[in-house]
């Protein structure tokens, strides 16, 4: 176990931690801003990948609903534990709002999908890419109502989605796989070198907001014993609930497999970085998703390595 464990971090974190290492020291002492990054990732690099990545793809009809099957259950699940854990623990509703957020996302695209190439190679990237594209959809739909709940919009989360470039990309790609269309060799070549850019930007940036995260929380800031029993809560939803849920939930639906290990990793996931910006526009306990997001993170580095070595 010990083997496999250095093994892993050798192989595959060791890449993954260069690009975050980087993204972190220059926040730190060139304070850049990481928005017009995260716009490039979002709006060119992210659906490029996706679109690459569906047309090319090994899936089938069945991994295609069996993901979507776990990705409704799973998060049904998760729903139902942060609320039985907010209840339990008496926290006030901006809490358990915030411990909802930190259940449910999960950092799938700037961290999972750079992992999940490193990890299990093209055929791991095919089968994330449908999780991943739920996720996005999911995010921006029903992360909004569990963020606002007495202030949700329908009209103005189903309005999200269509502001999405990752969506359209993912719709096109589907549409020209369908119906046999192939791209001239020298445009396939221009996307291929676009979604290339894609894994170590996105690190780049994550290293960069964790460093963000942490100038956000750090200081005096004062933290009540409600926040205080929401943030051990969270930690202990996504570090170890989560992944124990999945698991269990994956063998019942009966994946396995490749398709097992890459959605079981994926939804091992730390906090998705997205989820504060909903906690604080809703004002869904910000300062409690972010501690997670950061500790979820750190984390990470010592779970995901154990969990993908006990999966090989």
Same mark, same amino acid.
């Given at each position: 176990?010990? *083997?496999?464990?250095?093994?892993?971090?050798?192989?595959?974190?060791?890449?993954?931690?260069?690009?975050?290492?980087?993204?972190?020291?220059?926040?730190?002492?060139? @304070?850049? +801003?990481?928005?017009?990054?995260?716009? /490039?990732?979002?709006?060119?690099?992210?659906?490029?990948?996706?679109? +690459?990545?569906?047309?090319?793809?090994?899936? *089938?009809?069945?991994?295609?609903?069996?993901?979507?099957?776990?990705?409704?259950?799973?998060?049904?699940?998760? =729903?139902? /534990?942060? $609320?039985?854990?907010?209840?339990?623990?008496?926290?006030?509703?901006?809490?358990?709002?915030?411990?909802?957020?930190?259940?449910?996302?999960?950092?799938?695209?700037?961290?999972?999908?750079?992992?999940?190439?490193?990890?299990?190679?093209?055929?791991?990237?095919?089968?994330?890419?449908?999780?991943?594209? /739920?996720?996005?959809?999911?995010?921006?739909?029903?992360?909004?109502?569990?963020? $606002?709940?007495?202030?949700?919009?329908?009209?103005? %989360?189903?309005?999200?989605?269509?502001?999405?470039?990752? !969506?359209?990309?993912?719709?096109?790609?589907?549409?020209?796989?369908?119906?046999?269309?192939?791209?001239?060799?020298?445009?396939?070549?221009? !996307?291929?070198?676009?979604?290339? $850019?894609?894994?170590?930007?996105?690190?780049?940036?994550?290293?960069?907001?964790?460093? @963000?995260?942490?100038?956000?929380?750090?200081?005096?800031?004062?933290?009540?014993? $409600?926040?205080?029993? &929401?943030?051990? %809560?969270?930690?202990?939803?996504?570090?170890?609930?989560?992944?124990?849920? @999945?698991?269990?939930?994956?063998?019942?639906?009966?994946?396995?497999?490749?398709?097992?290990?890459?959605?079981?990793?994926?939804?091992?996931?730390? &906090?998705?970085?997205?989820?504060?910006?909903?906690? +604080?526009?809703?004002?869904? &306990?910000?300062?409690?998703?972010?501690?997670?997001?950061? =500790?979820?993170?750190?984390?990470?580095?010592?779970?995901?390595?154990?969990?993908?070595?006990?999966?090989?």
């Amino acid at each position: 176990m010990l *083997s496999t464990f250095i093994h892993t971090l050798y192989q595959v974190f060791l890449p993954i931690s260069l690009p975050v290492i980087g993204g972190a020291l220059i926040k730190r002492f060139k @304070s850049i +801003e990481t928005k017009p990054l995260s716009t /490039l990732s979002l709006y060119l690099l992210s659906p490029a990948l996706i679109f +690459e990545t569906l047309m090319h793809a090994d899936i *089938s009809y069945g991994d295609v609903t069996q993901t979507v099957m776990f990705t409704v259950l799973n998060m049904l699940l998760l =729903w139902g /534990l942060a $609320a039985m854990l907010g209840k339990t623990l008496l926290l006030p509703a901006a809490e358990r709002a915030g411990l909802t957020l930190v259940a449910l996302f999960t950092n799938c695209v700037n961290y999972g999908l750079p992992l999940v190439l490193l990890a299990f190679g093209q055929a791991g990237l095919d089968k994330a890419s449908v999780y991943v594209i /739920l996720q996005i959809i999911i995010v921006n739909t029903i992360g909004v109502y569990f963020a $606002a709940r007495s202030h949700f919009s329908m009209k103005q %989360a189903v309005l999200s989605i269509f502001k999405l470039p990752s !969506v359209y990309a993912a719709v096109l790609a589907i549409l020209l796989r369908t119906s046999g269309v192939l791209l001239p060799p020298s445009l396939e070549e221009g !996307v291929s070198m676009v979604s290339g $850019a894609y894994s170590s930007v996105a690190l780049f940036i994550l290293g960069a907001q964790m460093v @963000s995260v942490n100038a956000g929380s750090s200081g005096r800031a004062v933290y009540t014993a $409600a926040s205080q029993k &929401a943030f051990y %809560a969270g930690m202990a939803l996504r570090l170890v609930l989560s992944p124990l849920a @999945s698991a269990l939930l994956l063998l019942i639906i009966g994946i396995h497999g490749t398709l097992f290990n890459v959605i079981l990793i994926l939804s091992s996931m730390p &906090a998705a970085v997205n989820a504060v910006i909903l906690a +604080e526009q809703f004002d869904a &306990a910000p300062k409690i998703v972010t501690r997670c997001i950061l =500790w979820t993170t750190l984390a990470s580095f010592l779970v995901l390595p154990l969990l993908i070595g006990i999966l090989s």
